[in-house]
């Protein structure tokens, strides 16, 4: 490890944070008989804790997010550089890393040319929201403001958000929700809602007609689509899918929003998600692997023709996007963004993630060979579900302390995985894997032992 002990005392670090930190998706009742788990450094990918353990990071930050793995210098000296020139200034003026990474970005998104920017996922899905809305009002009376969403999808954690999410036990409690979300059925094959799924992804993407033609197609603004399902179980799309929807928003008028927060620069082997599936979006949000965790930042992405719904005459106050987002005018979050872009390029990253993609997919095939409790191996480049099942024949999930004892047997043999996570009442069964950008075969040879000892331990 490379952190100085004498800089700090570790022990009181941990008790600080035991006696004040309110940690995220955490039950703090546990932590009266023992320490939380305390990261001091990261490396690569790999992190050490409080108490000297090292550990290989298949999540990514624990929620897909540090792209090019831990201790990047030229991405911290890229944010120190910055920080002193300018740390800030409010979005309503400009700013140089800003202006520079919105091209560079834009390069990276044919049909699309303006870049909003604010702090988080949640917040960069507002903002397509908030453009719905107000568009409805200017051009609709206010009448074309529902926004469909997808169950399964996660959208983020502020109540709108949480509106649009289609995880019924993430949501529970915060209600009630917003008004004008709409939600549509999953697309998941291995969990289809039909007798017969010839053409499932046709099927599957016609439910989105059904839902607006039951709203009122005059009522439908938006639809909010993950490219892949993440949270809820690492869902790709269908063969079909995409092209129907689509189509399906054409010929109703409904703007296509995509959100890439989990998916986009680079987690699936292409910039952004969406691009493997030749789907031409109106909005695009993104934020954590934007700038792989060394700063925050978040953009809600538009086609000129949206953006161009809000170019009035100075003289109509209320024609323009009237919205602002304080912390969008930090300086550092571009920076860093530019600098994770250049190493995603230099170190050819994408190329990186479909070669060891298919090498991953491949380990993981042979394992549920092994193992009847891998029912299915679903994902695309560095982002892969295994989703476990009681009984192959009739899927029937396993409970969600399956998942958790998987998870926590990997752990103890150093290496860190994620899974589905309380976000629904019993589809807590897939166990997520999304290592960085920079993973090599040993790195995910790794992580499949692990993953190959926890399910032996299962069966013993």
Same mark, same amino acid.
């Given at each position: ?10 022990? #009181? ?17 546990? *932590? ?71 091209? #560079?970005? /834009? ?25 719905? !809305? ?19 999808? $996660?959208?983020? %954690? %502020? ?31 291995? !969990? ?17 007609? =059904? ?23 690492? /869902? ?21 929003? &995509? ?17 493997? $599936? ?48 304080? *912390? ?14 250049? &190493? /995603? ?6 190329? =990186? ?9 491949? !380990? ?9 409790? &891998? ?18 024949? %009739? ?32 589809? =807590? ?10 993973? %090599? ?20």
């Amino acid at each position: 490890m490379g952190y100085d002990a004498q800089e700090f005392d570790i022990q #009181k670090v941990v008790q600080d944070d035991k006696a004040h930190v309110w940690h995220h998706l955490a039950q703090h009742k546990s *932590f009266e008989n023992s320490d939380p788990m305390v990261i001091v450094e990261g490396k690569g990918m790999r992190v050490w804790d409080a108490k000297g353990n090292e550990y290989l990071d298949a999540v990514s930050g624990g929620v897909w997010t540090v792209n090019v793995g831990y201790g990047r210098e030229s991405i911290a000296k890229a944010v120190h550089d910055q920080l002193i020139k300018l740390c800030y200034f409010a979005g309503v003026h400009g700013n140089v890393p800003g202006a520079m990474f919105a091209e #560079k970005l /834009i390069e990276k998104m044919p049909g699309l040319s303006r870049v909003y920017y604010s702090n988080s996922g949640s917040e960069a899905n507002e903002k397509g929201y908030k453009i719905v !809305r107000q568009i409805a009002n200017k051009r609709n009376g206010g009448k074309k403001h529902k926004v469909i969403f997808r169950e399964r999808d $996660y959208h983020g %954690t %502020t109540i709108t958000a949480l509106s649009s999410t289609g995880q019924m036990e993430r949501k529970d409690q915060y209600g009630p929700f917003t008004p004008g979300f709409v939600e549509m059925p999953h697309c998941c094959q291995y !969990r289809s809602q039909y007798e017969d799924d010839t053409d499932y992804g046709v099927k599957a993407a016609r439910e989105l007609e =059904n839902v607006i033609l039951r709203e009122g197609p005059d009522t439908v603004g938006s639809l909010i689509l993950e490219p892949i399902t993440a949270g809820g179980g690492v /869902i790709t799309p269908p063969e079909g899918y995409f092209e129907t929807i689509q189509e399906i928003c054409k010929k109703y008028g409904v703007l296509l929003h &995509i959100d890439e927060v989990v998916c986009g620069v680079g987690r699936t082997g292409k910039w952004f998600g969406y691009q493997h $599936y030749d789907v031409k979006p109106d909005i695009v949000t993104m934020a954590k692997g934007v700038a792989s965790g060394y700063a925050a930042i978040s953009c809600t992405v538009t086609t000129e023709d949206v953006f161009n719904e809000f170019k009035e005459e100075p003289s109509d106050r209320m024609g323009y996007f009237r919205d602002i987002s304080t *912390f969008g005018g930090c300086t550092a979050g571009p920076a860093a963004a530019l600098e994770n872009m250049r &190493i /995603i390029e230099e170190e050819n990253l994408l190329e =990186n993630v479909t070669n060891m993609g298919e090498y991953l997919m491949g !380990r993981l095939y042979e394992l549920k060979d092994k193992y009847s409790i &891998i029912g299915d191996v679903r994902g695309k480049g560095l982002f892969v579900g295994l989703e476990l099942v009681k009984d192959r024949g %009739t899927k029937e999930p396993v409970e969600e302390s399956v998942a958790m004892k998987v998870a926590a047997d990997c752990l103890q043999q150093g290496v860190m995985i994620g899974r589905t996570n309380r976000s629904f009442r019993d589809l =807590n069964n897939t166990l997520c894997l999304s290592p960085a950008l920079i993973s %090599t075969k040993d790195d995910l040879d790794e992580i499949v032992t692990s993953l190959d000892v926890a399910f032996s331990n299962l069966n013993g």
